[in-house]
């Protein structure tokens, strides 16, 4: 069900059929950051959503789990991962961020142009450069696309990648022009072959030495190149600055945007075309359009709740946090192969077009990984030493009164932003109780049961 | 034989299921319009095989001449013909050759070979000459992103193994997956899966979230099943590192995984010193898990759906080193197993008698034909679109 495309943008104010409660509050957290603990739901329903979408786009909205000195620990995490030239840490170092980050939705959005500039270090194969690339989407991943593009086209985590290192006038290599306008910025359908062929020689000439990017004159292809219309001497900024001024742009990183944002069919071509319009007005705003979004209508409408697959780290991080496990928390060495194998290994995406998502992230083996990872999750096997999470504690803690029903109710909005009909409670508890055994193990049971079943998938 | 629909409709989490029979309709003709696809299995043996010992010319009088510390003894060969004949310890190939599931092609390399491991392993995995494409897409990737029929969510190819992705499987859009033991594959969530019939929400999404679990807690049962010894078929196989990713391989068509390749490695073929004993345990270890798969699969019914492609980045030096072993050579022998082959030796051996002592053999097949009719005959892809020319195909199947 597609939205009203005339009011697609606005700005959503809670009404009584569409009301500020658990379940939205639970949704934006999920959407915008990874997933929130029972304590930031509820100062979050308090504060109205107006504070709410603030605190996400400002930085601020965590309050929970964010150890002090946040920033000089990731940047010693990351440093030493970096010095150690070690792959499996620097995984571990982006899952820290995510975890512990006092800014969700700014390593949401850094994982968000991670997916556009897909670039895997099973080819790149050099920790410091894909490092180097994944602090690019961070520091500019909500400024403007002008500011992005070229910082992340001209790095030679991505020159690498697309074999553009080797692109010489003598030997054009079409690797790089060819996402650069598929998958970068204009999409299919935009551009010829021919104006492939012709961008591939405006890029001669750039290449990487030592890890850097140079731009060599010797292998620039001097000649007249026509491109998208326009002739010339066109040399490789010139190139981007016609991609970056092209509409077709601004409707990809619209498309983009709501990629990561809205759920399976809630933005109709119209709406797309709406929010593509006001990112080629405004320069290509990367930050109004997202916080365009995440405060709209469309965003927060019934046909957007609950309508999209969790990737696989959106699931566990979202999981780890609601559950609050954090003393210990579970490694992030762990955590970070936990999400290698359900399909989503970060700087490892599956190709150059990033993964596909949605309803690809299901499959027989990811299916049952989930429900795996859950049961080493509250058994506290990804804890160093193993520790079983305490879902009782948890629950008391929150003040949830000490019965089932109550327990399960409390366990299902935390960890799906909803309660469930009857019948469906009945059978968690059901499982949950199957075997007599302790209160606490039967929290956990409960638990484990949730995240393992269909329902703990979407959001 | 137990198939994915057996265990769809005596699992567990189906007793539990308020929709059960339109859901299970629908996975179980799902499972079977599956049924029919052809699966290719790659294994790919490192460092370069001694193919002269390995398809030994025995009458060739340069074999004679050029290998004597390293010379088979003739009356242990395996005879295949009346001038060549296999390695001693590859007895599993030669029953497979005896059954007719074994396809020997004789001389594949390609031209002005490089001798480097990561050049021509690269020019093998990508199929390319020019080392400037090496680092893109291997010939399997952009096979696949051209094959018409591949299943949705489903990875198009699989490594079984702990190794990086080879570059073979790198595709442009298709996805490869890796799977290091079936521990992975494994349910351990005994709540979760009794819930993944009862979510009680209706929408098309829950719909389809709801149908995969219940797919996948099959799966898993099915597979649970087949790693316990009652649920293992007649096919032993030998307690190896290859065996046993290729038991894994077999594990995982029987459940109906739905990716087309499946690709595993068999490393150590290095062999430039004291080479007589250890490619003696490589080629047993490989014969031996060959023709326990094979075995396997046709026992399980699935022998027609199957075929199995080992190939090494180059052949080794005729002339045998000082250090009782070889160096790195040439062409070599490729072989393909399963019950789709037409058995035999295809190809021609090239003549190692008329070769100096510096010299080695030059490629009589070229190893982008023997990709080009798997690929043409085998998987139905059009091979120029992975191949970017067009290369002779072979006979090598019925």
Not at chain 1, 167 to 183: G, I, Q, S, T, Y
Request: include cysteine; charge should be negative; charged fraction near 25%.
């Amino acid at each position: 069900m597609n939205v009203d495309p005339d009011t697609n943008w606005q700005r959503w104010q809670p009404t009584a059929d569409e009301p500020w409660d658990l379940r939205r509050v639970w949704h934006l957290w999920r959407r915008a950051g990874f997933g929130a603990t029972w304590g930031e739901l509820q100062r979050d329903l308090w504060d109205g959503v107006d504070a709410s979408v603030d605190r996400m786009l400002t930085g601020e909205s965590r309050s929970d789990g964010i150890p002090d000195g946040f920033d000089e620990m990731a940047d010693v995490i990351g440093g030493a991962a970096v010095a150690a030239r070690h792959p499996e840490r620097l995984k571990a170092w982006w899952l820290y961020r995510m975890l512990f980050s006092p800014d969700p939705l700014g390593e949401r959005l850094a994982l968000m142009w991670h997916n556009h500039f897909a670039t895997s270090n099973a080819k790149v194969d050099d920790v410091v450069l894909m490092h180097q690339q994944n602090e690019i989407f961070r520091a500019h991943g909500r400024s403007t696309f002008d500011e992005l593009l070229p910082r992340v086209v001209k790095h030679p985590a991505l020159l690498v990648w697309l074999d553009a290192e080797a692109n010489r006038k003598d030997h054009p290599n079409e690797n790089l022009a060819r996402e650069l306008m598929e998958l970068f910025t204009l999409g299919v359908g935009n551009y010829s072959e021919s104006d492939i062929k012709e961008a591939a020689r405006a890029l001669t000439g750039w290449t990487v030495v030592n890890g850097q990017f140079r731009e060599f004159s010797q292998y620039h292809d001097e000649g007249t190149k026509t491109i998208l219309g326009h002739m010339g001497n066109t040399a490789g900024d010139d190139l981007l600055d016609i991609l970056l001024s092209h509409p077709a742009t601004a409707r990809r990183i619209a498309w983009r945007i709501c990629d990561a944002f809205m759920g399976e069919d809630a933005v109709s071509a119209v709406a797309l075309d709406e929010l593509a319009e006001g990112l080629h007005n405004r320069g290509l705003d990367l930050g109004w359009a997202i916080e365009t979004v995440l405060r709209s209508r469309a965003f927060f409408a019934e046909a957007n709740i609950g309508n999209r697959v969790l990737g696989p780290i959106e699931f566990t991080i979202g999981a780890v946090r609601a559950l609050e496990l954090s003393d210990p928390p579970p490694s992030t060495f762990l955590l970070a192969e936990q999400v290698s194998r359900l399909g989503q290994a970060p700087f490892y995406p599956p190709n150059v077009f990033g993964w596909d998502g949605g309803r690809t992230w299901i499959n027989a083996r990811s299916l049952v990984g989930r429900g795996n990872l859950a049961v080493a999750l509250v058994e506290g096997r990804l804890r160093s030493p193993e520790h079983p999470f305490d879902a009782l504690d948890l629950a008391r803690r929150h003040k949830v009164p000490d019965n089932l029903e109550a327990l399960c109710g409390f366990f299902l909005q935390l960890l799906t932003g909803a309660g469930a009909d009857a019948q469906f409670a009945d059978s968690i508890i059901a499982v949950a109780t199957a075997e007599a055994d302790a209160d606490d193990r039967v929290a956990r049971r409960m638990v484990s049961a949730i995240l393992g079943s269909p329902r703990a998938q979407i959001g | 034989m137990l198939t994915r629909r057996d265990f769809l409709q005596a699992s567990s989490v189906v007793a539990l299921a308020p929709s059960v029979p339109s859901l299970l309709r629908r996975t179980a003709r799902a499972a079977e319009g599956g049924n029919n696809e052809r699966l290719l299995v790659v294994v790919q043996l490192s460092g370069g095989n001694d193919g002269i010992n390995t398809v030994v010319p025995f009458a060739d009088d340069g074999y004679k001449r050029h290998r004597k510390e390293l010379r088979l003894p003739g009356d242990r060969l395996l005879p295949l013909n009346d001038s060549l004949a296999l390695h001693p310890s590859m007895q599993g190939a030669m029953d497979l050759l005896e059954e007719g599931r074994l396809a020997i092609v004789q001389g594949v390399g390609y031209p002005n070979p490089s001798r480097s491991h990561p050049v021509s392993m690269a020019t093998w995995q990508s199929a390319r000459l020019d080392r400037e494409e090496h680092r893109s897409y291997g010939w399997i990737g952009r096979g696949l992103d051209a094959a018409p029929n591949l299943r949705p969510n489903v990875a198009g190819s699989v490594l079984v193994g702990d190794e990086p992705t080879p570059l073979t499987l790198r595709a442009r859009k298709t996805a490869s997956a890796s799977l290091r033991s079936i521990e992975e594959m494994l349910s351990f969530n005994e709540s979760g899966r009794s819930l993944a019939a009862a979510t009680g929400d209706t929408n098309d999404l829950s719909a389809f979230v709801q149908r995969q679990s219940l797919d996948a807690y099959a799966t898993a049962d099915l597979l649970r099943s087949l790693a316990r010894p009652e649920g293992q078929t007649a096919s032993s196989y030998p307690s190896t590192a290859l065996a046993g990713r290729l038991k894994l391989i077999a594990q995982l068509i029987k459940a109906d995984l739905g990716s087309r390749v499946y690709y595993a490695t068999q490393p150590g073929y290095d062999t430039h010193s004291q080479q007589l004993p250890r490619h003696s345990r490589l080629l047993r270890q490989l014969a031996g898990a060959l023709k326990a798969f094979v075995g396997d699969l046709h026992t399980a019914g699935l022998g027609e759906r199957v075929l199995v492609l080992c190939f090494s980045e180059f052949g080794r030096r005729v002339a045998e080193n000082a250090s009782i072993g070889t160096d790195h050579g040439t062409a070599g022998p490729v072989l393909l197993a399963g019950s789709p082959v037409q058995p035999g030796v295809h190809g021609q051996t090239p003549a190692l008698a008329d070769l100096a002592g510096d010299e080695d053999p030059e490629y009589t097949v070229d190893f982008r034909s023997v990709y080009a009719s798997i690929l043409e005959r085998w998987l139905g892809i059009d091979s120029t679109l992975a191949l970017a020319a067009e290369f002779p195909q072979l006979p090598l199947l019925r």
